[in-house]
């Protein structure tokens, strides 16, 4: 099993950039596909990026493709969400996820952090 916290939100204008960190206790880390999810007031969570086991193959949502960069280290038990052109539409809580399996887009994820509020303003 392995908790996670997310941290680095905040309030950024438009055209920012933010960097989301989510750190996992527990064992095994390197081996979790890990994901970040974001849930906007009134719309449904959606998954924004997801990262192998060793940071090779990633995926992402198209609305963010090119902007936001998922990473992670294994070696400090972190995933990463790199933010950079915001808009007001990425305003949401967002969430990183982890999974004992990756099936890309389709990865069932297992265990959730609290979220962390990320705001733009226009």
């Known amino acids: 099993q392995v908790q996670l916290v997310e941290s680095g939100g905040g309030l950024v204008q438009a055209g920012g950039s933010l960097r989301l960190s989510c750190a996992a206790s527990?064992?095994?880390?390197?081996?979790?596909?890990m994901g970040w999810f974001r849930q906007a007031p009134g719309k449904e969570r959606e998954i924004v990026a997801g990262?192998?086991?060793?940071?090779?193959?990633?995926y992402y949502v198209d609305s963010v493709q090119g902007r936001f960069t998922i990473s992670r280290d294994n070696a400090k038990n972190a995933v990463y969400l790199q933010m950079n052109s915001l808009n007001p539409e990425d305003t949401a809580v967002y969430y990183c996820?982890?999974?004992?399996?990756?099936?890309?887009?389709?990865?069932?994820?297992?265990?959730w952090g609290q979220g962390t509020q990320v705001t733009v303003s226009s």
């Open positions: 527990g064992r095994g880390f390197s081996g979790y596909a």
């Open positions: 996820a982890a999974s004992s399996r990756w099936s890309g887009p389709r990865t069932k994820y297992e265990f």
């Open positions: 990262i192998t086991f060793n940071g090779g193959p990633t």
